[in-house]
Protein backbone atom coordinates (compact mmCIF):
# COMPACT_ATOMS: atom_id res chain seq x y z
CA UNK A 1 0.00 0.00 0.00
CA UNK A 2 1.46 3.43 -1.08
CA UNK A 3 1.87 6.17 1.74
CA UNK A 4 -1.09 8.47 -0.19
CA UNK A 5 -3.50 5.83 -0.18
CA UNK A 6 -3.06 5.00 3.51
CA UNK A 7 -5.66 7.23 5.88
CA UNK A 8 -5.41 5.45 9.20
CA UNK A 9 -4.27 7.76 12.22
CA UNK A 10 -4.62 10.81 9.99
CA UNK A 11 -6.22 14.49 11.85
CA UNK A 12 -7.82 16.66 9.12
CA UNK A 13 -5.73 20.18 9.01
CA UNK A 14 -9.27 22.28 9.70
CA UNK A 15 -9.34 20.29 13.40
CA UNK A 16 -5.49 21.09 13.98
CA UNK A 17 -6.44 25.12 12.68
CA UNK A 18 -9.39 25.34 15.03
CA UNK A 19 -7.01 23.88 18.14
CA UNK A 20 -4.58 26.80 17.10
CA UNK A 21 -7.16 29.53 17.05
CA UNK A 22 -8.97 28.55 20.26
CA UNK A 23 -5.40 28.44 22.02
CA UNK A 24 -4.31 31.73 21.48
CA UNK A 25 -7.25 33.21 22.12
CA UNK A 26 -7.41 31.67 25.50
CA UNK A 27 -3.60 32.64 25.93
CA UNK A 28 -4.70 36.17 24.46
CA UNK A 29 -7.47 36.76 26.86
CA UNK A 30 -5.43 35.45 30.28
CA UNK A 31 -2.47 38.27 29.22
CA UNK A 32 -5.21 40.98 28.80
CA UNK A 33 -7.20 40.46 32.17
CA UNK A 34 -3.98 39.74 34.42
CA UNK A 35 -2.69 42.88 36.38
CA UNK A 36 0.57 44.48 36.29
CA UNK A 37 3.17 42.24 37.31
CA UNK A 38 5.20 43.32 40.75
CA UNK A 39 8.51 42.38 41.37
CA UNK A 40 9.99 42.36 44.97
CA UNK A 41 13.44 43.41 44.63
CA UNK A 42 13.42 44.35 47.97
CA UNK A 43 16.02 41.32 48.88
CA UNK A 44 18.05 41.86 46.65
CA UNK A 45 18.70 45.72 47.17
CA UNK A 46 19.13 44.89 50.64
CA UNK A 47 21.48 42.17 50.26
CA UNK A 48 23.75 44.45 47.94
CA UNK A 49 23.60 47.15 50.19
CA UNK A 50 25.02 45.36 53.29
CA UNK A 51 27.47 44.13 50.95
CA UNK A 52 28.90 47.65 50.41
CA UNK A 53 28.65 48.10 53.84
CA UNK A 54 30.70 45.30 54.60
CA UNK A 55 33.60 46.22 52.14
CA UNK A 56 33.76 49.58 54.34
CA UNK A 57 33.28 47.89 57.58
CA UNK A 58 36.38 45.24 56.87
CA UNK A 59 37.84 47.94 55.19
CA UNK A 60 38.72 50.32 58.65
CA UNK A 61 39.07 46.73 60.44
CA UNK A 62 42.18 46.35 58.49
CA UNK A 63 43.06 50.03 59.17
CA UNK A 64 42.82 49.87 63.01
CA UNK A 65 44.41 46.51 63.28
CA UNK A 66 47.42 47.90 61.51
CA UNK A 67 47.51 50.42 63.74
CA UNK A 68 47.45 48.35 66.50
CA UNK A 69 49.50 46.33 65.86
CA UNK A 70 52.36 48.66 64.93
CA UNK A 71 52.09 50.37 68.39
CA UNK A 72 52.21 47.39 70.34
CA UNK A 73 53.84 44.64 68.17
CA UNK A 74 53.96 41.17 69.18
CA UNK A 75 57.36 39.07 68.62
CA UNK A 76 56.80 35.95 70.35
CA UNK A 77 54.14 34.17 71.28
CA UNK A 78 53.14 34.00 75.31
CA UNK A 79 52.53 30.80 76.69
CA UNK A 80 48.97 31.15 76.96
CA UNK A 81 46.23 29.38 75.14
CA UNK A 82 45.85 32.73 73.12
CA UNK A 83 49.56 32.66 72.87
CA UNK A 84 49.47 29.37 70.93
CA UNK A 85 47.37 30.12 68.18
CA UNK A 86 50.64 31.87 67.12
CA UNK A 87 53.25 30.54 64.69
CA UNK A 88 56.48 31.30 66.28
CA UNK A 89 58.18 31.46 63.49
CA UNK A 90 55.69 34.32 62.39
CA UNK A 91 53.86 35.99 65.62
CA UNK A 92 53.34 39.33 64.57
CA UNK A 93 51.92 37.98 61.05
CA UNK A 94 49.72 35.90 63.07
CA UNK A 95 48.54 38.68 65.32
CA UNK A 96 48.15 40.49 62.80
CA UNK A 97 45.73 38.45 61.00
CA UNK A 98 43.46 37.61 64.05
CA UNK A 99 43.58 41.43 65.08
CA UNK A 100 41.74 41.95 61.95
CA UNK A 101 39.66 38.99 62.12
CA UNK A 102 38.29 40.33 65.96
CA UNK A 103 38.36 43.88 64.37
CA UNK A 104 36.24 43.09 61.59
CA UNK A 105 34.16 40.93 63.33
CA UNK A 106 33.10 43.84 65.52
CA UNK A 107 32.54 46.24 62.18
CA UNK A 108 30.52 43.66 60.93
CA UNK A 109 27.72 43.96 62.93
CA UNK A 110 27.19 47.13 62.62
CA UNK A 111 26.26 46.54 58.92
CA UNK A 112 22.25 46.14 59.24
CA UNK A 113 20.00 47.52 56.69
CA UNK A 114 16.85 47.44 55.95
CA UNK A 115 14.61 47.89 53.15
CA UNK A 116 11.13 47.37 53.97
CA UNK A 117 9.93 44.63 55.71
CA UNK A 118 13.28 42.75 54.62
CA UNK A 119 16.29 43.10 57.07
CA UNK A 120 20.00 42.30 55.63
CA UNK A 121 23.25 42.05 58.10
CA UNK A 122 27.05 40.72 57.19
CA UNK A 123 28.65 38.54 59.91
CA UNK A 124 31.46 36.32 60.38
CA UNK A 125 32.10 33.35 62.90
CA UNK A 126 31.86 34.69 66.31
CA UNK A 127 35.32 34.29 68.52
CA UNK A 128 34.01 33.01 72.18
CA UNK A 129 37.14 31.69 73.14
CA UNK A 130 41.30 31.21 72.89
CA UNK A 131 40.11 28.24 70.76
CA UNK A 132 38.65 29.96 67.91
CA UNK A 133 41.66 32.34 67.47
CA UNK A 134 43.14 29.45 65.20
CA UNK A 135 40.29 28.84 63.28
CA UNK A 136 39.46 32.70 63.04
CA UNK A 137 43.37 33.34 61.95
CA UNK A 138 42.64 30.56 59.14
CA UNK A 139 39.94 32.84 57.82
CA UNK A 140 42.26 36.36 56.87
CA UNK A 141 45.11 36.37 54.62
CA UNK A 142 47.54 39.44 54.04
CA UNK A 143 50.31 40.10 52.31
CA UNK A 144 52.07 43.25 51.54
CA UNK A 145 52.12 45.03 48.42
CA UNK A 146 52.95 48.01 45.82
CA UNK A 147 56.27 47.73 47.53
CA UNK A 148 55.19 47.34 51.23
CA UNK A 149 52.99 50.85 51.15
CA UNK A 150 49.91 48.91 51.13
CA UNK A 151 48.47 45.59 52.30
CA UNK A 152 46.32 43.03 50.87
CA UNK A 153 44.14 41.02 52.88
CA UNK A 154 41.41 38.52 51.88
CA UNK A 155 38.81 37.67 54.79
CA UNK A 156 36.81 34.19 53.85
CA UNK A 157 33.40 33.18 54.81
CA UNK A 158 31.69 36.69 55.19
CA UNK A 159 28.12 35.49 55.54
CA UNK A 160 25.34 38.01 54.32
CA UNK A 161 21.95 37.23 55.26
CA UNK A 162 18.52 38.51 54.72
CA UNK A 163 15.58 37.79 56.83
CA UNK A 164 11.78 38.84 56.22
CA UNK A 165 9.51 39.13 59.43
CA UNK A 166 12.18 36.70 61.33
CA UNK A 167 12.46 33.88 58.89
CA UNK A 168 15.56 33.54 56.37
CA UNK A 169 14.99 34.36 52.52
CA UNK A 170 18.42 34.59 51.59
CA UNK A 171 21.86 33.95 52.64
CA UNK A 172 25.29 33.87 50.63
CA UNK A 173 29.12 33.40 52.13
CA UNK A 174 32.02 34.73 50.07
CA UNK A 175 35.26 35.88 50.20
CA UNK A 176 35.88 39.55 50.33
CA UNK A 177 39.56 40.97 49.13
CA UNK A 178 40.58 44.28 50.38
CA UNK A 179 43.65 46.67 49.35
CA UNK A 180 44.26 49.04 52.26
CA UNK A 181 47.27 51.53 52.49
CA UNK A 182 48.73 50.45 55.61
CA UNK A 183 52.85 49.76 55.10
CA UNK A 184 52.36 47.68 58.61
CA UNK A 185 54.19 44.63 57.22
CA UNK A 186 56.95 46.34 55.67
CA UNK A 187 57.90 48.51 58.67
CA UNK A 188 58.35 44.84 60.61
CA UNK A 189 60.36 43.82 58.06
CA UNK A 190 62.67 47.12 58.34
CA UNK A 191 63.09 46.74 61.83
CA UNK A 192 64.17 43.02 62.26
CA UNK A 193 66.46 43.95 59.73
CA UNK A 194 67.43 47.14 61.70
CA UNK A 195 67.79 44.77 64.87
CA UNK A 196 69.65 42.05 62.73
CA UNK A 197 72.53 45.00 61.46
CA UNK A 198 72.93 45.88 64.97
CA UNK A 199 73.90 42.15 66.44
CA UNK A 200 75.85 41.48 63.28
CA UNK A 201 79.63 41.20 64.04
CA UNK A 202 82.35 42.82 61.56
CA UNK A 203 82.94 40.05 59.12
CA UNK A 204 79.13 38.53 59.19
CA UNK A 205 78.48 41.38 56.48
CA UNK A 206 77.06 44.94 56.47
CA UNK A 207 75.90 46.55 59.99
CA UNK A 208 76.84 47.89 63.26
CA UNK A 209 80.12 46.02 63.61
CA UNK A 210 81.38 46.84 60.26
CA UNK A 211 80.46 50.70 60.90
CA UNK A 212 82.23 50.77 64.04
CA UNK A 213 85.06 48.97 63.25
CA UNK A 214 85.34 51.40 60.11
CA UNK A 215 85.28 54.74 62.15
CA UNK A 216 87.57 53.78 64.59
CA UNK A 217 90.50 52.27 62.17
CA UNK A 218 91.44 56.04 61.29
CA UNK A 219 91.25 57.29 64.75
CA UNK A 220 93.24 55.07 66.12
CA UNK A 221 95.88 55.15 63.41
CA UNK A 222 95.84 58.85 63.46
CA UNK A 223 96.22 59.19 67.00
CA UNK A 224 98.81 56.29 67.45
CA UNK A 225 100.63 57.93 65.45
CA UNK A 226 100.51 61.15 67.25
CA UNK A 227 101.83 59.47 70.36
CA UNK A 228 104.62 57.73 68.22
CA UNK A 229 105.85 61.64 67.32
CA UNK A 230 105.75 62.77 70.78
CA UNK A 231 102.08 64.16 71.10
CA UNK A 232 100.52 64.39 74.85
CA UNK A 233 98.06 61.72 73.83
CA UNK A 234 97.38 59.25 76.89
CA UNK A 235 94.76 56.99 75.21
CA UNK A 236 95.07 56.44 71.31
CA UNK A 237 91.51 55.28 71.78
CA UNK A 238 89.16 56.71 74.61
CA UNK A 239 85.89 56.01 75.70
CA UNK A 240 84.41 58.94 74.21
CA UNK A 241 85.89 57.61 70.88
CA UNK A 242 83.95 54.48 71.15
CA UNK A 243 80.71 56.48 72.23
CA UNK A 244 81.03 58.62 69.44
CA UNK A 245 81.86 55.97 66.69
CA UNK A 246 78.71 53.97 68.28
CA UNK A 247 76.33 56.27 68.11
CA UNK A 248 77.28 57.16 64.43
CA UNK A 249 77.36 53.94 62.85
CA UNK A 250 73.69 53.55 64.27
CA UNK A 251 72.57 55.92 62.80
CA UNK A 252 74.25 54.94 59.39
CA UNK A 253 72.66 51.22 60.06
CA UNK A 254 69.24 53.13 60.36
CA UNK A 255 69.77 55.00 56.92
CA UNK A 256 70.36 52.10 55.50
CA UNK A 257 67.39 50.49 56.72
CA UNK A 258 64.80 52.58 56.92
CA UNK A 259 66.45 55.66 54.09
CA UNK A 260 66.54 58.06 56.46
CA UNK A 261 67.64 58.61 60.09
CA UNK A 262 66.02 60.40 63.43
CA UNK A 263 66.73 63.94 63.21
CA UNK A 264 67.09 64.92 66.64
CA UNK A 265 69.53 61.93 66.88
CA UNK A 266 71.49 63.49 64.09
CA UNK A 267 72.02 66.53 66.29
CA UNK A 268 72.94 65.07 69.16
CA UNK A 269 75.41 63.49 67.18
CA UNK A 270 76.91 66.86 65.51
CA UNK A 271 76.83 68.65 69.01
CA UNK A 272 78.92 64.88 70.19
CA UNK A 273 81.52 65.32 67.79
CA UNK A 274 81.99 69.00 68.25
CA UNK A 275 82.62 68.24 72.12
CA UNK A 276 84.73 65.44 71.48
CA UNK A 277 86.89 67.48 68.84
CA UNK A 278 87.14 70.37 71.52
CA UNK A 279 88.30 68.15 74.50
CA UNK A 280 90.61 66.12 71.70
CA UNK A 281 92.19 69.42 71.19
CA UNK A 282 92.58 70.87 74.48
CA UNK A 283 94.08 67.14 75.65
CA UNK A 284 97.06 68.10 73.33
CA UNK A 285 98.78 70.40 75.71
CA UNK A 286 99.95 70.06 79.33
CA UNK A 287 98.73 73.15 80.47
CA UNK A 288 95.57 72.63 82.59
CA UNK A 289 93.77 75.25 84.80
CA UNK A 290 95.68 77.77 86.45
CA UNK A 291 98.37 77.10 84.64
CA UNK A 292 96.31 78.48 81.28
CA UNK A 293 96.15 82.00 83.92
CA UNK A 294 99.91 81.90 84.64
CA UNK A 295 100.74 81.55 80.71
CA UNK A 296 98.17 84.16 79.76
CA UNK A 297 97.82 86.88 82.41
CA UNK A 298 100.10 88.85 83.48
CA UNK A 299 100.99 89.31 87.76
CA UNK A 300 100.18 93.03 88.14
CA UNK A 301 102.49 93.03 91.15
CA UNK A 302 105.56 91.54 89.13
CA UNK A 303 107.47 88.29 89.48
CA UNK A 304 107.70 86.83 92.77
CA UNK A 305 111.47 86.46 94.09
CA UNK A 306 112.70 83.62 96.54
CA UNK A 307 112.70 84.08 99.61
CA UNK A 308 110.00 83.60 102.69
CA UNK A 309 108.28 86.75 102.44
CA UNK A 310 107.36 87.48 98.85
CA UNK A 311 107.74 91.46 96.97
CA UNK A 312 104.80 92.91 96.64
CA UNK A 313 106.32 96.14 94.46
CA UNK A 314 103.78 98.26 92.63
CA UNK A 315 103.35 97.67 88.82
CA UNK A 316 105.61 99.72 86.96
CA UNK A 317 103.13 103.17 85.76
CA UNK A 318 102.03 102.88 82.05
CA UNK A 319 101.18 105.72 80.16
CA UNK A 320 97.37 105.76 79.47
CA UNK A 321 97.88 106.13 75.89
CA UNK A 322 99.84 102.95 75.84
CA UNK A 323 98.21 100.12 74.48
CA UNK A 324 97.95 96.25 76.42
CA UNK A 325 98.03 93.11 74.44
CA UNK A 326 96.29 90.43 76.19
CA UNK A 327 96.74 86.78 73.97
CA UNK A 328 93.45 85.30 74.11
CA UNK A 329 94.02 81.33 73.17
CA UNK A 330 93.58 78.20 75.19
CA UNK A 331 92.08 79.93 77.74
CA UNK A 332 89.09 80.69 75.27
CA UNK A 333 88.90 77.11 74.07
CA UNK A 334 88.55 75.89 77.22
CA UNK A 335 85.65 78.53 78.47
CA UNK A 336 84.02 77.63 74.93
CA UNK A 337 84.28 73.89 75.77
CA UNK A 338 82.98 74.68 79.48
CA UNK A 339 80.18 76.51 77.60
CA UNK A 340 79.22 73.84 75.12
CA UNK A 341 79.38 71.01 77.40
CA UNK A 342 77.47 72.79 80.24
CA UNK A 343 73.41 72.05 80.53
CA UNK A 344 72.40 74.25 83.02
CA UNK A 345 70.94 77.58 81.99
CA UNK A 346 73.89 79.24 81.62
CA UNK A 347 75.12 76.59 78.61
CA UNK A 348 75.13 77.55 75.09
CA UNK A 349 71.32 75.82 74.90
CA UNK A 350 70.59 77.45 78.03
CA UNK A 351 71.18 80.91 76.78
CA UNK A 352 69.09 79.88 73.63
CA UNK A 353 66.01 78.62 75.31
CA UNK A 354 66.33 81.77 77.50
CA UNK A 355 66.87 84.91 74.98
CA UNK A 356 62.81 85.02 74.49
CA UNK A 357 60.08 84.48 76.50
CA UNK A 358 56.34 84.90 75.79
CA UNK A 359 53.52 84.75 77.69
CA UNK A 360 49.90 84.12 75.54
CA UNK A 361 46.57 83.96 75.82
CA UNK A 362 43.76 82.68 73.78
CA UNK A 363 40.68 84.93 74.30
CA UNK A 364 36.87 83.25 72.50
CA UNK A 365 33.47 85.01 72.23
CA UNK A 366 30.84 83.14 71.43
CA UNK A 367 27.51 83.91 69.77
CA UNK A 368 25.24 80.91 69.85
CA UNK A 369 22.01 81.19 68.42
CA UNK A 370 19.31 78.31 67.73
CA UNK A 371 16.93 78.64 64.34
CA UNK A 372 14.27 76.10 64.49
CA UNK A 373 12.66 73.40 66.64
CA UNK A 374 12.55 69.59 66.85
CA UNK A 375 9.84 68.75 64.72
CA UNK A 376 6.66 66.98 66.20
CA UNK A 377 6.39 63.09 65.38
CA UNK A 378 3.17 63.41 63.59
CA UNK A 379 2.08 60.38 61.92
CA UNK A 380 1.32 60.42 58.03
CA UNK A 381 -2.42 59.35 59.24
CA UNK A 382 -4.17 57.26 61.70
CA UNK A 383 -3.28 53.66 62.58
CA UNK A 384 0.55 54.65 61.72
CA UNK A 385 2.93 53.74 64.62
CA UNK A 386 6.84 55.17 64.61
CA UNK A 387 8.70 52.11 64.07
CA UNK A 388 12.24 54.13 64.09
CA UNK A 389 13.91 56.90 63.98
CA UNK A 390 17.64 58.19 63.06
CA UNK A 391 19.17 61.76 63.45
CA UNK A 392 22.09 63.15 61.95
CA UNK A 393 24.13 66.28 62.17
CA UNK A 394 26.30 68.33 59.93
CA UNK A 395 28.38 70.96 61.29
CA UNK A 396 29.59 73.48 58.05
CA UNK A 397 32.28 75.82 59.39
CA UNK A 398 32.75 79.20 57.15
CA UNK A 399 35.20 81.58 57.53
CA UNK A 400 33.67 85.28 57.96
CA UNK A 401 34.51 88.63 57.04
CA UNK A 402 34.92 91.99 59.59
CA UNK A 403 37.23 92.30 62.59
CA UNK A 404 35.89 90.69 65.15
CA UNK A 405 38.31 91.09 68.27
CA UNK A 406 38.03 89.49 71.46
CA UNK A 407 38.60 92.44 74.41
CA UNK A 408 42.00 91.35 75.83
CA UNK A 409 41.96 93.72 78.88
CA UNK A 410 44.61 95.69 80.51
CA UNK A 411 45.56 93.33 83.15
CA UNK A 412 47.42 91.41 80.84
CA UNK A 413 50.83 92.01 79.79
CA UNK A 414 53.65 90.47 77.31
CA UNK A 415 56.88 89.09 79.57
CA UNK A 416 57.70 87.77 83.27
CA UNK A 417 57.31 90.33 85.68
CA UNK A 418 56.96 93.52 83.57
CA UNK A 419 56.56 96.85 84.37
CA UNK A 420 52.94 97.95 83.57
CA UNK A 421 54.42 101.47 83.46
CA UNK A 422 56.57 100.60 80.35
CA UNK A 423 55.50 101.74 77.27
CA UNK A 424 57.46 99.03 75.30
CA UNK A 425 55.67 96.29 77.16
CA UNK A 426 52.23 96.34 76.71
CA UNK A 427 49.28 94.08 75.69
CA UNK A 428 48.48 92.93 72.25
CA UNK A 429 46.68 91.12 69.75
CA UNK A 430 48.79 88.84 67.53
CA UNK A 431 45.95 87.49 65.20
CA UNK A 432 42.50 87.54 65.22
CA UNK A 433 39.78 85.21 63.37
CA UNK A 434 35.88 84.88 62.97
CA UNK A 435 34.08 81.68 61.82
CA UNK A 436 30.73 80.93 61.85
CA UNK A 437 29.75 77.70 63.09
CA UNK A 438 26.61 76.04 61.72
CA UNK A 439 24.91 72.85 62.87
CA UNK A 440 22.37 71.12 60.65
CA UNK A 441 19.92 68.67 62.62
CA UNK A 442 18.45 65.90 60.24
CA UNK A 443 15.68 63.69 61.55
CA UNK A 444 14.09 60.18 59.57
CA UNK A 445 11.34 58.74 61.64
CA UNK A 446 9.97 55.51 59.98
CA UNK A 447 5.96 54.93 60.06
CA UNK A 448 4.40 51.64 59.73
CA UNK A 449 0.53 50.38 59.46
CA UNK A 450 0.80 46.82 58.66
CA UNK A 451 2.94 45.92 55.56
CA UNK A 452 3.49 49.47 54.69
CA UNK A 453 6.28 51.95 55.56
CA UNK A 454 6.72 55.11 55.23
CA UNK A 455 9.61 57.70 55.86
CA UNK A 456 9.58 61.74 57.00
CA UNK A 457 12.43 63.77 56.82
CA UNK A 458 12.71 67.16 58.55
CA UNK A 459 15.68 69.43 59.35
Do not use: C
Not at 71 to 97: H, I, K, Q, Y
Amino acid sequence: MKLADDRRARVPFALVGVLLLVTSAAFASTVSTRGPTIEDRAVEAAMDRVEANAATALRSAVREAARDAARAPVTAPASTPAGRALNETAPFRDALRIRIYLRAEAKLKETRYRRGDVVAVASLPAVDGAADLRPAKRRVSVEPVADGTALRVVVRNVARTAKRGGRTVARESRSVTLTVAAPVLALHERTGAFERRLNRGPLDGPGLGRQLTARLYPVAWARGYGQYGGAPIENVVANRHVELSANGGVLAVQRSVFGRSDPAAGRGLARATARVGVQDLLAATPLRGEQWAETVVVRPNGPIEDGPIPRLDPAPARDADDGVTVGVNRSADEAFAAFVAAGDEESFEGTLRGSYRTEARLRTDVTQTRDGDRPRRRPPGPNWTLAGERTADRITVDRTGGDRRPAVGDSFRIGSGANRNDPSVSSSIFETDARDVTVHHRIVRTWRKGNRTRERRAE
